[in-house]
C-alpha cells in the first residue's frame, strides 16, 4: 500500500529542527533590535530634516524596498567581505577582521536588520508624529533636553501606537528568515532541508518545519498582545 | 521679572504680534484679556520660545535674550525661569500623576529620586491631589488633570508662571477647582501671567490686566481702573459685550 506520508519520519524529524530555533529566532530578534536603532535614526533624520543624511536615508529606504530580499542576502554576503578585503589591500584598514572566519549568521542578522530597519523607518516616524504636539511643548516647557524629551515622553507613546505594525513586521520576519539557508545558515529551514535529504522525505520535513514556523508565530502574536496592552496601559480612563 | 521689549511675530506673512512691551514685577499677577486671535496665547508662548519670537527682547530675571540671536542655551534658561500651565493640560500621558510632577525634579534639576518624590508630593498636597499619585491622567478628570498641571509648573520653582486659557478646555462645573488653585498660587507670591477668557476672575485675582487686540496691547491698568473706567472705546467695548456674556 502507498503511503502519502511516512508519519514516523515527519515525527522524529521535529526534535533536530527544533533544535535550531535558537538560530532562526537570534536572527530575527536580533536584526529586530538593530532595526529599531535604524529605523528610530532614520525617522528622525526625517522629521528634523537634517540635510545630507536625509537624501541618503531616503535613498536607503527606497532601495530596500525595491529590491527583493534575497537579492539583499547575495549582496550583503558576498559584498562585505569583498568590501573588507578591498580596505585591508587599498588602505591597509580593518588588518585584524578576518573575512573568512565571519561566520553566515553575522551576514544573515546584518542583510535582516537592514531590510526591516527601511521597513520601520516609516512606521516609526508616523508613530512619533502621532504624539500629540502638547507633549512636546509640555517638555520643552520644563526644560528638558530634546534628548530626555524623546528617551522619556515621545518614544514611549510612539512605541505604543506602533507594536501592531512592528509586531506584524516581525512575525514577517520570522518567516523571511527561512531564507537564510542560502548563505549556509542552518535555521530551522536549513535543518528541515538537510533532514529531507537525507531521507528523502521532503513532503514530511517541509510539514513539520511549517508547523514549527506556525506555533512560533501564533506564541508571537500572543506575547505582542501583552506587550501592547503592557505598553498602552495608561490609556485606560475612568472606565 | 518679565520685560518685553518690542517683541514681533510672524506666521508666514501674518503678524501676529506687532511690537509688544511689557513689564512684570516680581510677585505681580498679571492677566492678558482680549478677544480670540488677538494674539495673547502667541505672546505668551513667545515668552518661552514654545513660539520664536520674530524680533524683540525677552528679559527675565535679568537674563536678555533678544530673539534674532537667541542660542540654545538662551532659550534653555527662559524655559528654566518659566513654568507654563498649558489650555489642553498636556500631562504626560504615560506618566502616573506624581512622575509627571517628579520627571522635573530628576531629569531638568538632577534632584535625587527620594528627595524629589517628597517635594512631589508636598506639592500634590497643595493642589488637593495627594491621593491620586498612581493614577495616570486619563483617569483623572480635567479639572483634576490640569491641578497636576499646575503643580507639575510649580515643581520647578519657576520665576514666572505661565497660564495659557487654564479653564478654557474645562466642563464649567471643574472650573470653579482650577480657578480656586491658581488663586492659591497666587496667594503664595508667585510672579504670574495669566491668558484667560474668565474676566470676573481676571478681575478679582490681577494686580494688573492688560487688554490686547490685534497684536497690539491697547489698554492696561489695574482692574478697578480697566473694568470701571477703561479709556479707549475698543476695551469698552469688549468688556462690556463680554460682561452681558458672563
Given at each position: ?5 511516512d ?5 522524529d524529524?521535529?526534535p533536530a ?15 529586530l ?6 529605523g528610530v ?6 522629521i528634523?530634516?537634517?540635510?545630507v543624511l536625509?537624501?541618503i536615508?531616503a535613498?536607503?529606504v ?7 530580499l534575497?537579492?539583499?542576502?547575495y549582496l550583503?554576503f558576498?559584498?562585505?567581505?569583498k568590501?573588507?578585503?578591498?580596505m ?8 585584524s577582521?578576518?573575512v ?5 549568521e553575522?551576514?544573515a542578522?546584518l542583510a ?6 527601511a ?5 516609526i516616524r508616523?508613530?512619533?508624529e502621532?504624539v ?5 511643548e509640555a517638555s520643552k516647557?520644563?526644560?528638558m ?8 515622553v515621545?518614544f ?13 513586521m516581525?512575525?514577517?520576519t520570522i ?10 545558515v ?8 538537510i533532514?529531507?535529504?537525507r ?10 518545519v ?5 506555533i512560533?508565530c501564533?506564541a ?10 503592557r505598553?498602552?496601559?495608561y490609556?485606560r480612563?475612568?472606565? | 521679572?518679565?520685560?518685553l ?9 501674518q ?7 511689557l513689564?512684570?514685577?516680581k510677585?505681580e ?7 480670540s486671535?488677538s494674539?495673547k496665547?502667541t ?7 514654545l513660539?520664536?519670537?520674530t524680533r524683540g527682547?525677552v ?5 536678555r535674550v533678544?530673539a534674532q540671536s537667541?542660542?540654545?542655551?538662551d532659550?534653555?534658561?527662559?524655559r528654566?525661569?518659566t513654568g507654563m500651565?498649558?489650555q ?11 512622575q ?8 531638568v ?5 527620594a528627595e524629589?518624590?517628597?517635594?512631589s508630593?508636598?506639592?500634590l498636597?497643595r493642589?488637593g491631589l495627594a491621593d ?7 483617569q483623572l478628570s ?5 491641578r497636576?498641571g499646575?503643580a507639575?509648573a ?8 505661565l497660564?495659557?486659557?487654564?479653564t478654557?478646555?474645562l466642563?464649567?462645573?471643574?472650573v470653579?477647582?482650577v480657578l ?13 501671567l495669566i ?7 481676571a478681575r478679582?485675582?490681577?494686580?494688573r ?8 496691547i ?7 481702573q480697566?473694568f470701571?473706567?477703561p479709556?479707549v472705546e ?5 468688556l462690556?459685550?463680554?460682561n452681558?456674556n458672563d
Amino acid at each position: 500500500m502507498e503511503n502519502l506520508l511516512d508519519i514516523n519520519f515527519l515525527i522524529d524529524s521535529f526534535p533536530a529542527i527544533i533544535s535550531r530555533l535558537p538560530v532562526t529566532i537570534g536572527i530575527a530578534v536580533g536584526s529586530l533590535i538593530l532595526s529599531l536603532f535604524i529605523g528610530v535614526a532614520t525617522a528622525l533624520i526625517k522629521i528634523y530634516r537634517v540635510p545630507v543624511l536625509r537624501v541618503i536615508s531616503a535613498i536607503y529606504v527606497s532601495f530596500i524596498r525595491g529590491t527583493p530580499l534575497l537579492v539583499q542576502i547575495y549582496l550583503v554576503f558576498y559584498g562585505i567581505p569583498k568590501i573588507i578585503y578591498y580596505m585591508q589591500i587599498e588602505y591597509g584598514w580593518l588588518q585584524s577582521a578576518d573575512v573568512n572566519s565571519i561566520p553566515p549568521e553575522v551576514y544573515a542578522l546584518l542583510a535582516f536588520s537592514v531590510n526591516l530597519g527601511a521597513y520601520l523607518s516609516e512606521t516609526i516616524r508616523s508613530a512619533i508624529e502621532s504624539v500629540d504636539r502638547g507633549q512636546f511643548e509640555a517638555s520643552k516647557s520644563i526644560g528638558m533636553t530634546p534628548a530626555q524629551m524623546m528617551l522619556k515622553v515621545i518614544f514611549p507613546q510612539a512605541l505604543a501606537t506602533a507594536i501592531p505594525n512592528l509586531g506584524n513586521m516581525f512575525i514577517s520576519t520570522i518567516k523571511d528568515t527561512s531564507l537564510v539557508f542560502i548563505i549556509g545558515v542552518i535555521d530551522i529551514m536549513g535543518e528541515a532541508k538537510i533532514l529531507g535529504s537525507r531521507g528523502l522525505a521532503f513532503f514530511e520535513v517541509y510539514i513539520a518545519v511549517s508547523i514549527v514556523y506556525w506555533i512560533l508565530c501564533i506564541a508571537v502574536e500572543r506575547l505582542l498582545v501583552k506587550v501592547e496592552k503592557r505598553a498602552r496601559r495608561y490609556e485606560r480612563g475612568i472606565a | 521679572m518679565i520685560k518685553l521689549e518690542n517683541v514681533h511675530k510672524y506666521f508666514e506673512r501674518q503678524h501676529v504680534l506687532k511690537g509688544i512691551d511689557l513689564n512684570v514685577q516680581k510677585g505681580e499677577v498679571v492677566s492678558i484679556l482680549g478677544p480670540s486671535g488677538s494674539g495673547k496665547s502667541t505672546l505668551l508662548r513667545c515668552i518661552n520660545f514654545l513660539e520664536e519670537p520674530t524680533r524683540g527682547i525677552v528679559e527675565i530675571g535679568g537674563r536678555r535674550v533678544d530673539a534674532q540671536s537667541a542660542k540654545k542655551a538662551d532659550i534653555v534658561s527662559l524655559r528654566n525661569s518659566t513654568g507654563m500651565v498649558f489650555q489642553q493640560y498636556n500631562l504626560f500621558k504615560n506618566f502616573t500623576v506624581l512622575q509627571n510632577v517628579m520627571i522635573g525634579l530628576t531629569s531638568v534639576k538632577r534632584i535625587h529620586k527620594a528627595e524629589a518624590k517628597k517635594q512631589s508630593i508636598e506639592i500634590l498636597e497643595r493642589v488637593g491631589l495627594a491621593d491620586r499619585l498612581d493614577h495616570y491622567p486619563a483617569q483623572l478628570s480635567g479639572g483634576q488633570q490640569q491641578r497636576v498641571g499646575i503643580a507639575r509648573a510649580l515643581a520647578l520653582e519657576p520665576e514666572v508662571l505661565l497660564f495659557d486659557e487654564p479653564t478654557s478646555s474645562l466642563d464649567p462645573e471643574l472650573v470653579g477647582e482650577v480657578l480656586a488653585t491658581i488663586r492659591k498660587v497666587a496667594d503664595e507670591g508667585n510672579t504670574m501671567l495669566i491668558v484667560t477668557h474668565e474676566l470676573q476672575f481676571a478681575r478679582a485675582i490681577s494686580d494688573r490686566v492688560v487688554f490686547m487686540e490685534d497684536g497690539k496691547i491697547v489698554e492696561e491698568g489695574t482692574p478697578e481702573q480697566l473694568f470701571n473706567h477703561p479709556k479707549v472705546e475698543r476695551t469698552k467695548q469688549f468688556l462690556s459685550r463680554a460682561n452681558r456674556n458672563d
